[in-house]
């Protein structure tokens, strides 16, 4: 998979103009991010504001901005059902928990919501959003809220990373963006929390922190382990089980606490006699795990905006997760032209050392190991990165794969899974205008997306809907379509995307040396492409495309036929 850079909002003690910022986007149009994952959504959001909650009243969230989950002054939740009840439906007929104004659901603790929602057999869902990564995508996901809100999620939940600063006061903490969707939008609000790689004392300050905002529902989880094998905390939790004793010690009945569970423990793994329920907290060690049957949605990068599996432990990085020495020996001490960025994608993709005997293991847009996918297409993707074709995401025409297959296969078992072939990449503006003088060829096969860091866009999508890329058959189930791309959230996309070629490669080098000037020219310069092949059925034609754009560039005179741009 593949990445980008904008402008970004810095982060400062007071941020002004932050109700301006977020009515803009509002004025705009909205929809869930390119990356979708149905029956619990997925959506990749980044990048959000760096700007203080005390002014979040004001941005465009229409529900009432008083507290929605107030604590009592017994410990326990209560709830205000102040505003319009405009648009509120019953729960016999919406999923909608949150709904403002008077929903005769709202006094009612998520647990009791989720009770009458299985023995009346009525079908909802809920939204998993990954805290963003810079001030831009703050108000991004501050702005749709609400309109996300409007579809009737029973519940919408915030992941949780250690390495991310997630119970801090940042914009762009999980505890921060928990706290606005319940208390300044309405939302009924369930925040992830690992009790890996912290201590009993922190994760208590926590807990107490996330009550005192009135946040009253915690997703118990064990985390995964920073390296390749688990290390216990001193003075920690060592299970997912042990953070619900702690919280069910310390805390009551005050928080609703879910966990990922088996039906019953395996070996190894405790019984939580603390708990409630039957469920057993599946986070004991890795053997007693369970297998997630989410679509592995892409080739290279799990973070761009056009896919649907997205991991919280992918996502939560600020910063690169690799200390500044370590980057530089990655990416380059010192570039010398566009082409020693070229090379470090291929080093990337090949697994090869660069030319001072370092391992490229991650890129701005991807922290992780490539996924299997990628072997499918590493000759490919290899070649045209090598040539200036820089790919942040990327997954191959799949028709009719068993779900079990080891490559490309999700989801329940005895099921067949399909893909578009799908190419996300940054290119110069030369190559772009080639580009589309090749895709008039390909105009009914081929819809795309092109973008610069001032928001150019050119694009092919029928009246911008959402192509879905992604799609899963299995017995006895509706067909599920995890993975869209969606042309309105692409343009949300674009604004991290080249936000990190700046924030991540680019502030590597010294302001004004020829290093920073490279990946300045670049962020400036190149665009953000997306292609989707919609005939999965037939051999991938993408890299066709990429191959007559390559001829047409290469040929001799004027008389070559780009666009101009």
């Given at each position: 998979m593949d990445h980008p850079t904008p402008k970004v909002l810095l982060a400062?003690?007071?941020?002004?103009?932050?109700?301006?910022w977020a009515l803009e986007a509002n004025s705009g149009r909205f929809s869930v991010p390119p990356s979708i994952s149905i029956s619990h959504l997925t959506l990749p959001l980044r990048d959000l504001a760096a700007c203080p909650l005390t002014l979040l009243p004001s941005t465009p969230c229409s529900r009432n901005p008083a507290m929605v989950n107030e604590p009592r002054g017994d410990g326990g939740p209560t709830s205000r059902s102040e505003g319009s009840s405009s648009g509120s439906e019953s729960s016999k007929d919406s999923s909608r928990c949150s709904t403002p104004g008077l929903d005769p659901e709202?006094?009612?603790?998520?647990?009791?919501?989720m009770r009458r929602r299985m023995e009346s057999g009525d079908k909802w869902f809920s939204l998993e959003f990954f805290p963003p990564r810079t001030a831009q995508g703050a108000v991004n996901l501050i702005s749709r809220f609400d309109r996300m809100g409007a579809g009737g999620p029973l519940f919408i939940d915030v992941t949780w990373h250690p390495a991310g600063?997630?119970?801090?006061?940042?914009?762009?903490?999980?505890m921060v963006i928990a706290s606005t969707a319940v208390n300044y939008c309405g939302l009924e609000t369930i925040l992830h929390m690992t009790c890996c790689c912290q201590s009993r004392e922190q994760i208590t300050g926590y807990l107490h922190k996330a009550k005192r905002l009135g946040l009253k529902n915690i997703l118990a989880l064990r985390g995964d382990p920073v390296g390749d094998q688990w290390e216990e905390e001193e003075g920690g939790f060592s299970y997912a089980a042990d953070l619900v004793r702690h919280i069910r010690s310390e805390f009551g009945d005050y928080f609703d606490v879910c966990v990922a569970g088996?039906?019953?423990?395996?070996?190894?793994?405790?019984?939580?006699?603390?708990g409630r329920r039957t469920c057993v907290p599946s986070s004991g060690p890795p053997d007693q795990r369970v297998t997630s049957t989410a679509p592995r949605s892409g080739t290279s990068s799990p973070t761009a905006a056009a896919f649907g599996e997205l991991k919280d432990y992918y996502l939560f990085y600020l910063t690169s997760k690799s200390p500044r020495e370590e980057l530089l020996k990655m990416w380059g001490e010192e570039l010398t032209g566009e082409e020693s960025v070229f090379e470090v994608f291929a080093c990337y993709l090949s697994g090869e050392p660069n030319q001072n005997g370092y391992?490229?293991?991650?890129?701005?847009w991807n922290d992780e190991p490539l996924a299997a996918e990628?072997?499918?297409?590493?000759?490919?993707?290899?070649?045209v990165n090598r040539q200036g074709i820089l790919t942040i995401n990327s997954q191959p025409n799949i028709n009719g794969k068993p779900s079990s297959d080891p490559i490309v296969g999700w989801g329940p078992s005895g099921g067949y899974v399909f893909q578009k072939a799908y190419l996300e990449f940054f290119t110069s503006r030369e190559t772009v205008g080639a580009l589309l003088q090749v895709l008039k060829k390909y105009e009914l096969r081929v819809n795309y997306h092109i973008v610069d860091v001032k928001g150019e866009?050119?694009?092919?999508?029928p009246e911008l809907q959402p192509n879905a890329v992604t799609w899963g058959i299995f017995p006895g189930r509706e067909i599920i379509q995890p993975t869209v791309v969606d042309p309105v959230s692409?343009?949300?996309?674009?604004?991290?995307?080249?936000?990190?070629?700046?924030?991540?490669?680019?502030?590597?080098?010294?302001?004004?040396?020829?290093?920073?000037?490279?990946?300045?020219?670049?962020?400036?310069?190149?665009f953000l492409v997306n292609l989707v092949d919609n005939e999965f059925p037939l051999d991938n034609c993408l890299w066709q495309v990429v191959e007559d754009t390559f001829e047409l560039l290469n040929r001799p005179g004027p008389e070559q036929g780009t666009e101009t741009l």
């Amino acid at each position: 998979m593949d990445h980008p850079t904008p402008k970004v909002l810095l982060a400062r003690p007071r941020c002004p103009s932050l109700r301006m910022w977020a009515l803009e986007a509002n004025s705009g149009r909205f929809s869930v991010p390119p990356s979708i994952s149905i029956s619990h959504l997925t959506l990749p959001l980044r990048d959000l504001a760096a700007c203080p909650l005390t002014l979040l009243p004001s941005t465009p969230c229409s529900r009432n901005p008083a507290m929605v989950n107030e604590p009592r002054g017994d410990g326990g939740p209560t709830s205000r059902s102040e505003g319009s009840s405009s648009g509120s439906e019953s729960s016999k007929d919406s999923s909608r928990c949150s709904t403002p104004g008077l929903d005769p659901e709202r006094h009612d603790r998520l647990r009791e919501k989720m009770r009458r929602r299985m023995e009346s057999g009525d079908k909802w869902f809920s939204l998993e959003f990954f805290p963003p990564r810079t001030a831009q995508g703050a108000v991004n996901l501050i702005s749709r809220f609400d309109r996300m809100g409007a579809g009737g999620p029973l519940f919408i939940d915030v992941t949780w990373h250690p390495a991310g600063d997630p119970g801090s006061d940042k914009e762009t903490s999980s505890m921060v963006i928990a706290s606005t969707a319940v208390n300044y939008c309405g939302l009924e609000t369930i925040l992830h929390m690992t009790c890996c790689c912290q201590s009993r004392e922190q994760i208590t300050g926590y807990l107490h922190k996330a009550k005192r905002l009135g946040l009253k529902n915690i997703l118990a989880l064990r985390g995964d382990p920073v390296g390749d094998q688990w290390e216990e905390e001193e003075g920690g939790f060592s299970y997912a089980a042990d953070l619900v004793r702690h919280i069910r010690s310390e805390f009551g009945d005050y928080f609703d606490v879910c966990v990922a569970g088996v039906p019953c423990p395996g070996p190894s793994v405790p019984t939580p006699s603390a708990g409630r329920r039957t469920c057993v907290p599946s986070s004991g060690p890795p053997d007693q795990r369970v297998t997630s049957t989410a679509p592995r949605s892409g080739t290279s990068s799990p973070t761009a905006a056009a896919f649907g599996e997205l991991k919280d432990y992918y996502l939560f990085y600020l910063t690169s997760k690799s200390p500044r020495e370590e980057l530089l020996k990655m990416w380059g001490e010192e570039l010398t032209g566009e082409e020693s960025v070229f090379e470090v994608f291929a080093c990337y993709l090949s697994g090869e050392p660069n030319q001072n005997g370092y391992k490229v293991t991650c890129l701005p847009w991807n922290d992780e190991p490539l996924a299997a996918e990628t072997s499918l297409m590493k000759e490919e993707l290899l070649r045209v990165n090598r040539q200036g074709i820089l790919t942040i995401n990327s997954q191959p025409n799949i028709n009719g794969k068993p779900s079990s297959d080891p490559i490309v296969g999700w989801g329940p078992s005895g099921g067949y899974v399909f893909q578009k072939a799908y190419l996300e990449f940054f290119t110069s503006r030369e190559t772009v205008g080639a580009l589309l003088q090749v895709l008039k060829k390909y105009e009914l096969r081929v819809n795309y997306h092109i973008v610069d860091v001032k928001g150019e866009n050119i694009t092919n999508a029928p009246e911008l809907q959402p192509n879905a890329v992604t799609w899963g058959i299995f017995p006895g189930r509706e067909i599920i379509q995890p993975t869209v791309v969606d042309p309105v959230s692409f343009m949300f996309w674009k604004d991290e995307a080249f936000a990190l070629w700046i924030e991540q490669w680019g502030k590597l080098y010294e302001e004004e040396s020829p290093s920073r000037m490279i990946i300045q020219y670049i962020h400036d310069n190149y665009f953000l492409v997306n292609l989707v092949d919609n005939e999965f059925p037939l051999d991938n034609c993408l890299w066709q495309v990429v191959e007559d754009t390559f001829e047409l560039l290469n040929r001799p005179g004027p008389e070559q036929g780009t666009e101009t741009l």
